[in-house]
């Protein structure tokens, strides 16, 4: 059945991960471990490893650590023949890894990028979605510059007039706007645009100023998914061609334990995944991507069951939180294996 599944395309940016070892700050490293990921790019790992078609479009500089993206995308099944080339460099980010109750710090090195001095024009779009079924970009690309902004909205033009289904993960990065534009400025253009959004309290808020009619979605340690209705309704309201709004459930207990969940709204139901807890997280980065992933092969694999579609979504991206680096490598069998409720971790042999 998947063979004969239309390809999903991904668009963005993928970076240099710089990476002090064993949880070392970044006043302690004398070295770096080296990973290629970026969010949409993340998602297309995600979707390949599940044995979906899947193309990741983007733009990196002709030099060998544009190379070296291009060969990570190779390895892991992910189709690059549309990625452009040009730009001067390849963006990096700086990790540190928290634990227990130090948190987690990101620094971005990604100015002049490749990808952020793309300009509308440079993508065939039209060849791009030849065989496509699915476009997926994430609200990280439009805050990186006015260009890749211009490319991601000729993007979603091409596949709304194509009827390619198209996916946003809102995603807001408070350092990323940096040209001169608010998010409010750029980002409801593109997602009106959309059939499936993903987004949290926060990216309804600092991309279209809406707020949950709760004073405080999370209490404590849990997150109460009701709490997230009726910003769903009003981004639903917001973004009529919506045909389900969705948000990931996370309560953080300390940089090491969070608990994890998600509900999805179709605008009539409602649905709430189960909780998990993630008691030794080893890598949280990513957390959203897989969890956009997973949704969307639950989406394209079970298509009249938005119940197991999102339950597939929330299991994946559990299980990412045990993956080192910035993509998901779970399979499918892993998946569902959580999905029925072992998460005995038992060595399989």
Known sequence: MLNNMKKIVTFGEIMLRLTPPNWRRFSQASSFEAIYGGGESNVAVSLANYGLPVDFVTRLPD???????????????????????????????FLEIGAVSRGSKVVYDRAHSGMSTIEAGMIDWEKV???????????????????????????????????????????????????????????PALVEGCDIILGNEEDAEKHFGLHPEAVDVTQGHSVDGQSYLSVLKQLMEMFPRAKKVITTLRGSISASHNTWSGVL??????????????????DRVGGGDSFMGGLIYGLMTYPDNDQKALNFAVAASCLKHTIYGDANLATVSEVEKLMAGDASGRVSR
């Open 129 to 187: 979605f030849e065989g496509a079924g699915w476009f997926h970009w994430t609200g990280i690309t439009p805050a990186i510059s006015q260009g890749a902004a211009d490319a991601c909205l000729e993007a979603i033009q091409v596949a709304n007039r194509l009827g390619v289904t198209v996916s946003t993960d809102l995603n807001y990065r408070k350092n990323l706007w940096k040209y001169g534009k608010e998010p409010g400025e750029v980002m």
């Open 63 to 93: 030099n060998d650590i544009g190379e070296c993206a291009l060969m990570e995308m190779r390895k892991r099944n992910v189709g690059t023949e549309h990625i452009v080339r040009g730009g001067e460099r390849l963006g990096i980010y």
């Open 265 to 282: 709204y179709d605008g009539k139901t409602l649905y709430e995944a189960p909780t998990y807890q993630i008691t030794h997280i080893v």
